[in-house]
């Protein structure tokens, strides 16, 4: 499966943007999907996750509340919406797939597709 990331910018502390992640190739509801992000001079880290259906989604826990992922299977993308924006928030925000399997969905290294990446800066 092949990834695309888009709707990264600059925004304002307190703004709100949606990334999204459109899917080509194989079939898209087999794969479960993820939001990571690496900010400069740090690891990549996990964001937020759903399921192959949408039913299940997971969220690092800091993060709840201000970001939700949601998927279209017809339109083989996935989203997130990101409010409250704050300047930690700054970083190249990248999308992932993996088999759908189990629930344990923040693992770096169970995805094995991801896109380019699309850079998320916020100002103070």
């Known amino acids: 499966v092949q990834l695309q990331a888009s709707g990264g910018g600059m925004v304002q502390a307190g703004g709100s943007l949606r990334l999204s992640c459109a899917a080509s190739?194989?079939?898209?509801?087999?794969?479960?999907m993820g939001w990571f992000r690496q900010a400069p001079g740090k690891e990549r880290e996990f964001v937020a996750a759903?399921?192959?259906?949408?039913?299940?989604?997971y969220y690092t826990e800091s993060l709840k509340g201000r970001f939700t992922i949601s998927r279209d299977n017809a339109k083989r993308t996935v989203s997130l919406q990101m409010i409250s924006l704050k300047p930690e928030d700054t970083a190249v925000y990248y999308c992932?797939?993996?088999?759908?399997?189990?629930?344990?969905?923040?693992?770096?290294?169970?995805?094995?597709?991801w896109g380019q990446g699309t850079l998320v800066t916020v100002s103070s």
């Open positions: 992932a797939a993996r088999v759908s399997r189990d629930n344990h969905m923040s693992r770096t290294y169970d995805y094995a597709y």
């Open positions: 190739g194989r079939i898209f509801s087999m794969y479960d």
């Open positions: 759903i399921n192959w259906n949408g039913d299940y989604t």
